[in-house]
């Protein structure tokens, strides 16, 4: 799943869901994303959604990470086996792959979303 890069958290960002959160409990090596359009709009992820990211945290099992896959941002959830982590697309869990650590950008530490009403 694609997500689009917003910019480090100590730039203050300005966005409707982050209302109400103090920015400031994070660690100054955190950074924002968008989650695109291929969430949808079922499930735990929707579009639109912003996830907080740590760009020094190590990736464990089970944690959501962001991947450079060929120039792209992208989430996948991580799963280990044995030494290695492979990553598992969140949405159709098809096309796991081993994870090279120079290709992590970083493990989700925190998710916000705007509610319309």
Known sequence: MRVNYLGPLCAGIDHPALDGYDLTRFA???YLVEVS????????LMEGDLLVVDE???AQHADLVIVDVEGEQ?????????GQL???P??????????????LR????????????
């Open 56 to 58: 020094q945290k190590a």
């Open 86 to 88: 492979r990553m598992v």
């Open 90 to 103: 969140p949405v159709d869990r098809s096309g796991s792959f081993p994870a090279r650590q120079s290709e």
């Open 28 to 30: 100054p090596t955190c």
């Open 37 to 44: 359009d291929e969430a949808g709009v079922a499930g735990p």
């Open 106 to 117: 970083g493990v989700v530490v925190s998710q916000a979303r705007r509610y319309a009403f």
């Open 74 to 82: 992208r989430l996948f959830s991580s799963h280990r086996i044995g």
